[in-house]
């Protein structure tokens, strides 16, 4: 299977065609760090802490993931990657932006607490 990887954004291009794909998408591009890919299609970005955390330090990650080449099983991956990752930077909270969609739902039964309206947060331990 084709598994979903991602990989840091380090040239232009890399940024430019990130966007391109975000906007076919009918999604905007907030500050990517990081691109998604399934083959050598971009299917996805994020926003990701790139410097270790400070004391008891909150990690805010935004990202977009490709409604039609992604599937629901290969997102929550992806967040799991992504929580593991600014875990593994030190962060002790992660504080992921989550907009109206098919995650709302599903946030709070993957260990994060509704804080308000759209606004989770998950301690890392």
Not at 16 to 35: F, L, P, Q
Not at 48 to 67: C, D, M, V, Y
Not at 74 to 93: A, D, M, P, Q, T
Request: charged share 20%; with cysteine.
């Amino acid at each position: 299977m084709n598994w979903p990887r991602v990989k840091l954004i380090e040239t232009d291009l890399q940024r430019k065609a990130v966007e391109a794909a975000s906007a076919a998408d009918m999604h905007g591009i907030y500050g990517a760090t990081h691109m998604v890919l399934k083959g050598d299609e971009i299917v996805g970005w994020a926003t990701l802490p790139l410097e270790p955390a400070g004391r008891n330090s909150l990690a805010l990650t935004l990202h977009w993931f490709s409604k039609s080449r992604l599937s629901e099983r290969e997102c929550f991956e992806l967040i799991n990657v992504y929580e593991n990752y600014v875990r593994s930077l030190g962060y002790k909270y992660v504080m992921p932006v989550v907009g109206p969609g098919p995650f709302i739902e599903a946030i709070p039964d993957m260990g994060f607490v509704k804080l308000d309206g759209a606004t989770f947060i998950k301690p890392l331990t």
